[in-house]
Protein backbone atom coordinates (compact mmCIF):
# COMPACT_ATOMS: atom_id res chain seq x y z
CA UNK A 1 0.00 0.00 0.00
CA UNK A 2 1.25 3.62 -1.15
CA UNK A 3 0.54 6.57 1.47
CA UNK A 4 0.74 9.70 -0.07
CA UNK A 5 2.77 12.49 1.63
CA UNK A 6 0.10 15.40 1.30
CA UNK A 7 -2.04 12.38 2.65
CA UNK A 8 -0.35 12.24 6.01
CA UNK A 9 0.92 16.40 5.99
CA UNK A 10 -3.19 16.74 6.26
CA UNK A 11 -3.22 14.53 9.67
CA UNK A 12 -0.90 16.61 11.37
CA UNK A 13 -1.82 18.81 13.87
CA UNK A 14 0.22 21.41 16.28
CA UNK A 15 -0.79 20.73 19.81
CA UNK A 16 1.01 22.48 22.65
CA UNK A 17 3.81 23.58 19.95
CA UNK A 18 4.19 19.77 19.24
CA UNK A 19 3.83 18.14 15.71
CA UNK A 20 1.30 15.12 16.59
CA UNK A 21 -0.90 12.82 14.53
CA UNK A 22 -4.40 11.58 16.53
CA UNK A 23 -3.81 7.78 17.00
CA UNK A 24 -7.66 7.07 14.79
CA UNK A 25 -5.44 8.79 11.59
CA UNK A 26 -2.79 6.97 12.10
CA UNK A 27 -4.83 3.79 12.29
CA UNK A 28 -6.32 4.81 8.87
CA UNK A 29 -3.48 5.56 7.18
CA UNK A 30 -2.07 2.20 8.19
CA UNK A 31 -5.50 0.35 7.35
CA UNK A 32 -5.86 -1.07 11.40
CA UNK A 33 -7.97 -0.34 14.19
CA UNK A 34 -7.62 2.45 16.78
CA UNK A 35 -7.06 0.12 19.30
CA UNK A 36 -4.23 -1.70 17.25
CA UNK A 37 -2.24 1.26 17.36
CA UNK A 38 -2.68 2.20 20.88
CA UNK A 39 -1.55 -1.83 21.68
CA UNK A 40 1.64 -0.80 19.49
CA UNK A 41 2.32 1.96 21.12
CA UNK A 42 1.89 0.57 24.71
CA UNK A 43 4.24 -2.71 23.84
CA UNK A 44 7.12 -0.24 22.19
CA UNK A 45 7.23 2.94 24.25
CA UNK A 46 10.93 3.23 22.86
CA UNK A 47 9.45 3.31 19.05
CA UNK A 48 7.34 6.44 20.14
CA UNK A 49 8.34 9.84 21.12
CA UNK A 50 6.38 11.10 23.96
Not at 6 to 11: D, G, R, T
Request: net charge negative; charged share 35%.
Amino acid sequence: MLIKFNNIEEKIITLRNEKVIIDSDVAELYGVETKRINEAVKNNPEKFPH
